[in-house]
């Protein structure tokens, strides 16, 4: 008998408790959004899809350097064209980044000396194949506009 009524007591006590939770969680602004009709707001840091920025001229900002291939940890997941031009400078003919195989480490953006690759805030990345991931310089380039956004963040 006595072991039937302090069951029942910690029964009420701890219905007690969840019905607490419920009430105070109850008047508190939801923390989901209707996806995608509402969209998150996200860091100045956040990173997402890669691209390359330009200056204010629109030419670009990325030299060619490599250092970004050297320091992914995914192996050849970025390949760079370079070739001359008209005055025997070398420019960059092509970059081209899987974007399929990238862990979104940053390490590229962070080692870039003329903040020209930077992490995008875009994320909605999924695709139908494989080769529609694989990201050339006409896809990754960013307008001048653009490019300015991320003037503070790198
Ligand atoms: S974010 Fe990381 S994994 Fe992706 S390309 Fe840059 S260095 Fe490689
Ligand atoms: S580190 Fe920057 S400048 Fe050098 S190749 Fe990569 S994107 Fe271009």
């Not at 005055?87 to 480490?105: A, E, S």
């Amino acid at each position: 008998m006595k072991n039937t009524l302090s069951k029942t007591i910690s029964g009420i006590i701890e219905i007690s408790r969840g019905m607490f939770t419920i009430l105070k969680h109850l008047f508190r602004k939801p923390i989901t959004l209707e996806y995608p009709e509402q969209r998150p707001d996200l860091s100045q840091r956040f990173k997402g899809r890669l691209a390359l920025r330009v200056k204010e001229d629109g030419s670009d900002r990325c030299s060619g350097c490599g250092s970004c291939v050297k320091v992914c940890p995914c192996g050849d997941l970025i390949q760079i064209t370079k070739e001359k031009d008209e005055n025997g400078k070398f420019i960059v003919k092509d970059f081209v980044v899987d974007m399929g195989r990238c862990i979104f480490c940053g390490n590229c953006t962070e080692v870039c000396p003329s903040k020209g690759l930077v992490m995008t805030n875009e994320f909605e990345l999924a695709d139908y194949s494989r080769e529609s991931l694989i990201y050339d310089k006409k896809r990754l380039l960013l307008s001048a506009e653009e490019s300015k956004k991320y003037d503070e963040s790198n």
